[in-house]
């Protein structure tokens, strides 16, 4: 899975990135719990991990501002504040998962399984279609509809497509897509990206007159809100 760290201490970040990544997780880990939001709020994660007390804005605060902004990414919250109100004050706050420190590697790498598999169940159970403005994505038939009209993608296109939908309004990188369409996992210093994009835009966009996808100069791609 793609785990987000926000930790400050850098002894437990090392020893905690050192434990996921040995477990197969990718980890982006971040020591500011603003640049924290950010991250959590503009790239896709499956799961996240606040450290409580951070500098320039703690982690029960950016969780906060993540349920606020409808961001259901499962979220454990580590503390060394293991009070009985600490834990309810995390939980009703939007945490899926509390941890006191210290942990057990083993402990939250099972937590980290089960809010993983929590959250695919929830996704696939939850959604069948995708819609935006006239255009329409139907996961179990695989097609696409724009106005009511049958919009033919091949299923690269329908994946890119897919990805773009369900990150609507944050920016996805060509790193990113690169993983989530074609499950690279490096830069394989070709056009692929550009060239589906291309593709897509002229399907979705040129015959309908209207911009679904715009392009943000040197970071990536977003799918309009």
Known sequence: MRILLLEDDP????????????????????????????AATTRDYDVLIFDRMTPDLDGLSALKTLR????????????????????????????????????AMSELLARITALGRRGRAEAAEMTTRLFHRGLE????????????????????????????????????TRAMLLERV?????DPATSVVETHM????????????TEFIKTVRGSGYMFLD
């Open 68 to 103: 606020s902004a409808r961001i259901a990414t499962p979220l454990i919250l580590l503390t060394a504040l293991g009070a009985v109100e600490d834990r309810v004050e995390g939980l009703e706050a939007g945490a899926d998962d509390y941890l006191s420190k210290p942990f």
């Open 11 to 38: 002894e437990i970040g090392t020893w905690t990135v050192k434990g996921l990544m040995a477990a197969g997780h990718v980890v982006d880990w971040i020591e500011n719990g603003r640049e924290a939001l950010l």
């Open 137 to 172: 994505l139907d996961l179990l038939s695989q097609t696409c509809t724009c106005n009511g009209q049958t919009v033919l993608l091949n299923p690269k296109e329908f994946r890119l497509l897919e990805v773009l939908m369900r990150s609507k309004g944050r920016i996805q």
């Open 182 to 186: 074609w499950d690279i996992n490096f």
């Open 198 to 209: 291309s593709r897509l835009r002229n399907k979705i966009e040129k015959p309908f007159g």
